[in-house]
T-cell receptor
Framework: KQEVTQIPAALSVPEGENLVLNCSFT??????LQWFRQDPGKGLTSLLL?????REQTSGRLNASLDKSSGRSTLYIAASQPGDSATYLC???????????FGKGTTLSVSS | GAVVSQHPSWVICKSGTSVKIECRSL??????MFWYRQFPKQSLMLMAT?????????EQGVEKDKFLINHASLTLSTLTVTSAHPEDSSFYIC?????????????FGPGTRLTVT
């Protein structure tokens, strides 16, 4: 059964720092991987979707990489801002049509 | 982009009553919808997978007689929490999968916060 792990569970950084969030999954035969942002008490905002054939995706200050063979993904946030403070969730889909399996998330706090 | 709505956004009910939550795909037809539950400071846990016109598939440990799922059309799925108890208080999020081929992306609703008193 697929399991998704995110490290660290929490992270505090000063504004302006570049940071990396880590995600690992136990079964490397995935269909795609997605990163989400969740603000307290709110729903999910999709940040980046990486198909299994892709190595990375970029959107603004965010860059997500995927290494299927090692079962890892990283989310890189450049020049962090207080508005980036949220919980970041990594999720994998094993096959098309199946549900995303989520990690427990990394709660990020960016101080000004 | 694809939009998924949920109604209500929050609900408070008394123990022993039933609550229905609606999940709608507004601008696309979703053959598959997923229901997740999220307890405070926990991640999303899949409860069930719902395919239009057929019975839902429940994850291990989720009581199908307590959490009734109906997916009668390509744009609407409902989750009914029957005989709710305080331990059912949680954040319920639905997700719809677009039938367009290739990406297999899931689109998420904004969630429903259920509080059982």
């Amino acid at each position: 059964k697929q399991e998704v792990t995110q490290i660290p569970a929490a992270l505090s950084v000063p504004e302006g720092e570049n940071l990396v969030l880590n995600c690992s999954f136990t079964d490397s035969a995935i269909y795609n991987l997605q990163w989400f942002r969740q603000d307290p008490g709110k729903g999910l905002t999709s940040l980046l979707l990486i198909q299994s054939s892709q190595r990375e995706q970029t959107s603004g200050r965010l860059n997500a990489s995927l290494d299927k063979s090692s079962g890892r993904s990283t989310l890189y946030i450049a020049a962090s801002q207080p508005g980036d403070s949220a919980t970041y969730l990594c999720a994998v889909k094993d096959q098309a049509g199946t549900a995303l399996i989520f990690g427990k998330g990394t709660t990020l706090s960016v101080s000004s | 982009g694809a939009v998924v709505s949920q109604h209500p956004s929050w609900v408070i009910c008394k123990s022993g009553t039933s609550v229905k939550i609606e999940c709608r795909s507004l601008d696309f037809q979703a053959t598959t919808m997923f229901w997740y539950r999220q307890f405070p400071k926990q991640s999303l846990m899949l409860m069930a997978t719902s395919n239009e016109g057929s019975k839902a598939t429940y994850e291990q440990g989720v009581e199908k007689d307590k959490f009734l799922i109906n997916h009668a059309s390509l744009t609407l799925s409902t989750l009914t929490v029957t005989s709710a108890h305080p331990e059912d208080s949680s954040f319920y999020i639905c997700s719809a999968s677009a039938p367009r081929g290739g990406a297999g992306e899931q689109y998420f609703g904004p969630g429903t916060r259920l509080t059982v008193t």
